[in-house]
């Protein structure tokens, strides 16, 4: 077992709209999980399938929007016009792969696209 602290972040959606601003248990229960990224470094080699190109596609408009920092460079920086084009892949894969994906496959997709577009409407304000 490694001493290493794993170095994670997780998102949880804060919009007004999500209702949490309310601070009841219930609203905490209605905001969901949200979603925990891991650091690169506390990663091994990942396994590539569909799967992995959508999070990567999704992760890379995330960091352009400002929401997550660059694995890189550890900075946050906003860069809207690289968001909307991860956007636009994950949109035309879904175009595109449409009747070829699993049910699984299909609503993953549709779920994270919507998520990313959510968040890219609210970080463009």
Known sequence: MSDKKEETFKVVDKRASSGAQDSTEESKKSLGEGFTMKSEKEQ???EIDFATLIYSF?????????????????????????????????????????????????????????????RFVETSR
């Open 44 to 46: 091994g080699p990942a």
């Open 58 to 118: 999704a992760t890379g408009a995330l960091i352009s929007m400002g929401l997550a920092p660059d694995p890189h460079t550890k900075k946050v920086q906003k860069n809207l016009t690289m968001a909307k084009q991860n956007i636009e892949i994950l949109t035309m894969l879904q175009v595109k792969t449409q009747g070829n994906l699993t049910e699984d496959e299909a609503k993953f997709l549709e779920n994270i696209l919507t998520e990313v577009r959510l």
